[in-house]
């Protein structure tokens, strides 16, 4: 009869996966910064030592390797930020394949419909799940996820069930501040485990609903382009190729990626294509036998190659208290968005695309407007417009997480001239009444004038 084998510590937290002491080495963090996906900085950084469970010090968040790898760097995008205070959880709480399903979200927002990433695109594709095993305790680290809906044709992304060891290998890691913001990443909570909350129902109202649902035809459209059906892995080797991390907060979206020498890159060494197949092909269940499609049929957005339909879009980010803590849960199902700020953005196709310094000088100013806008909202009984003309052509469509809006003219400056106020009017249709949206931009020094 065999020696019976002793169950340690190790092996007790792999079965509940609950923490257990990091197993990260300074050879990880090497590789870490030799990738650009973490800070070459030794102040940034804190190797936990012994301990079996966090103790981050003030200023500094969790964080694991597997996330880095899947498109997280800090400081934090802010669409992931407000959607952990949203759903109320921890970033440790989530799951690599979370992350990369996060990933895989903002890079089709951003680079192939020309998007921010849009809150309510988000809640019609997934929903928030605890995972649980009848085998097994709940888990701890990892114990919430994001999963597609069964009804919803997205991309069939190849994701690993398992992957190994990678609760093992924590961190501490600088939340960096970004100017502006209220807060960063949620603050380190040691919990057990994950509560359900009434956030997690993700119910959409019908005006939310009718803009996801439009968006989301545009996403079913890209996934079949050209006969072929993606499956994400295109959308996977598009961050990677550009060595950008989606997760990340940015000086400007994909669609305004300039190449090698773009501010928004992690590392400035590019990928040859059999280091791009290898690691697209480590973030799937995929081997070395499997095709792996690295390119798709409708080509990425970045600044040479903009949408050719000029149109104007609201960020619709989840909403969050002005304390940057977790919202209180209401007995409402629908999300409430009265408080939330729009912003609008012009994302009009350069006249020459040859003319890349022309882009960049415009596309500079976009992001400056995006910064001053303000935006007041006035109730006007519909059809009484005495400013519309009716034998307009139709405007651009708008996107928002309330309605369409239908602008008159486009948000561009002259080329030459940096100074020029900006008062443009747009009007938001939205069932049986009409709000009219005025938009002032004031250039950098000047006070911001209310319409």
Known sequence: ?????????????????????????????????ALGLISSSDDDIRLPGPVSRPRPPKGFTVMFVAFLFRGLSLPAHEFLRSLLFFYGIQLWQLTPNSILHLSIFITVCEAFLGIDPHWGLWRKIFYVKRHNDSNAPPPVVGGVGFVVRKEVDYFDYPMKESI??????????RDTSVLGRRSNLPPFEDVLIAQPKKSWRNALSPEERAIADRLFDQVVDLKNTGGLTMCGTEVVSVFLQRRVQPLMSRPHQLWLYTGKDDK??????????????????????????????????????DLRHLSAEASVVAQCYPPTPESGVEPEDDDDDSEDTEDVQYVLEDSDVQEDETAEDDALTRSRRRKQINEDLIITAESSPSGQ?????????????VKSST?????????????DDDDVPLAKRAKLFSGKFELVIRVQHASVGNPKRKV
């Open 164 to 173: 190994q060891g990678w609760r093992n290998k924590w961190f501490y890691l």
């Open 264 to 301: 928004s890159r992690v590392s400035s060494a590019d990928l040859s294509a059999d280091e791009l197949r290898d690691e697209v092909r480590r973030l799937t269940c995929l081997s070395m036998k499997d095709n792996i499609v690295l390119t798709s049929a409708r080509s990425p957005y």
């Open 1 to 33: 009869m065999g020696k019976k084998k002793s169950t340690s510590a190790s092996d007790a937290a792999k079965v509940s996966r609950d923490w257990s002491a990091s197993a990260i080495s300074n050879r990880d963090v090497n590789k870490l910064r």
């Open 385 to 397: 417009d005495n400013d519309a003309d009716d034998t307009a052509p139709p405007s651009p469509v």
């Open 403 to 415: 309605g369409l809006f239908a602008a008159e003219d486009d948000l561009d400056l002259p080329a």
